[in-house]
């Protein structure tokens, strides 16, 4: 049974860090692209981060370079998202996700969300 479960979010404070983890479970995560998303309210999801099945490259969408880092470790079946300078538009539900590396046909899965809220 494919699992990923997010943990992690919260409520904090502009400027401040959370760091977020999505542990994987029922598929062979080394051969998994990770990603997070998130989709605040009344707006479509969007790609946060991406990374490669053995972590060596990554990317961001713009509004979170350079505060944001994106991890991967196949050796605990998990993915990390550090979060620092949160500003109040990273409000919103973060999802973990996990895309097969010879595409999403061979598998494509969803975590079920954490919310993050930045205010002060």
């Known amino acids: 049974q494919v699992q990923l479960v997010e943990s992690g979010g919260g409520l904090v404070q502009p400027g401040g860090s959370l760091r977020l983890s999505c542990a994987a479970s029922?598929?062979?995560?080394?051969?998994?692209?990770m990603s997070w998303y998130r989709q605040a309210p009344g707006k479509e999801r969007e790609l946060v981060a991406r990374?490669?099945?053995?972590?060596?490259?990554?990317n961001y969408a713009d509004s979170v370079k350079g505060r944001f880092t994106i991890s991967k470790d196949n050796a605990k079946n998990a993915v990390y998202l550090q979060m620092n300078s949160l500003k109040p538009e990273d409000t919103a539900v973060y999802y973990c996700?996990?895309?097969?590396?010879?595409?999403?046909?061979?598998?494509?899965?969803w975590g079920q969300g954490t919310q993050v809220t930045v205010s002060s």
């Open positions: 996700n996990a895309r097969h590396s010879r595409g999403s046909l061979l598998g494509y899965y």
């Open positions: 029922g598929f062979t995560f080394s051969s998994y692209a």
């Open positions: 990374i490669v099945t053995d972590g060596g490259s990554t």
